[in-house]
């Protein structure tokens, strides 16, 4: 099994990361400087609260540059929610917003202008159960599983990157994908029961 770095810049949900993590016997820490980053050999980005604020937290503590370093190499990265946002290349958030620019794609405001369409999107969804075997994180998942979201912002990506959508609204939109090295899920794992903890373990040993 790898050993996993929880990505903490002052913007995740360690805790509830950390216990999911630990329910699984994923073995892990916590990588906070970039002289870190040298001791795992995979990462997971959480992430809640503005894209904005996120960027200026891993480059104010110098994240950013190390773990672009590091996926380069070959080791995989996991984003949650905002953590997977981060990822993209912008965001709307707040006036145009570079990312980190792993994965081509951008991220924009749920704005669809249907009746009783609330944002932010919170609660349990089910994904596109036809789309589900394009992402191997959710291998030996009930396809029929639901997982927690809460957003209100969300990642359109390019056709050829691995991906999973779940239906808001009346509108598919990104709630997985993979990109080479790199993973991300809008949703939170660590709250979605069985289903997020296998997927948390899938990540952990593949």
């Known amino acids: 099994m790898k050993k996993v770095g929880i990505i903490d810049y002052g913007c995740g949900n360690i805790a509830s990361l950390q216990n999911a993590l630990e329910k699984i016997e994923c073995r892990f820490g916590h990588v906070s400087s970039p002289d ?37 190499k070959g080791k995989k990265l996991l984003g949650i929610c ?6 993209f290349e912008d965001s709307s958030e707040g ?42 994180l959710f291998r030996d998942i009930d396809k029929e599983s639901s997982y927690y979201f809460v957003h209100s912002y969300y990642a359109t990506t390019k056709k050829h990157i691995s991906q999973v959508t779940t239906s808001y609204c009346e509108n598919n939109i990104l ?8 993973s991300g899920v809008q949703f939170h794992p660590e709250k979605s ?14």
């Open 82 to 87: 905002l953590g997977m946002q981060l990822l």
């Open 95 to 136: 006036g145009r917003q570079k990312g980190l620019g792993l994965i081509p794609g951008n991220i924009r405001k749920i704005d669809f202008f249907k009746k009783n369409c609330r944002v932010p999107h919170m609660g349990w969804n089910n994904l596109n159960i036809d789309e589900v075997d394009n992402v191997g």
């Open 175 to 182: 709630a997985a994908c993979e990109y080479e090295n790199i």
């Open 36 to 72: 870190q980053f040298d001791l795992y050999d995979a990462y997971i980005l959480p992430g809640v609260g503005a894209f904005k604020h996120g960027m200026e937290s891993l480059i104010d503590n110098g994240i950013d540059l190390a773990l672009l370093e590091s996926v380069k």
């Open 193 to 206: 029961h069985d289903a997020g903890l296998k997927l948390l373990d899938n990540f952990c040993n593949k």
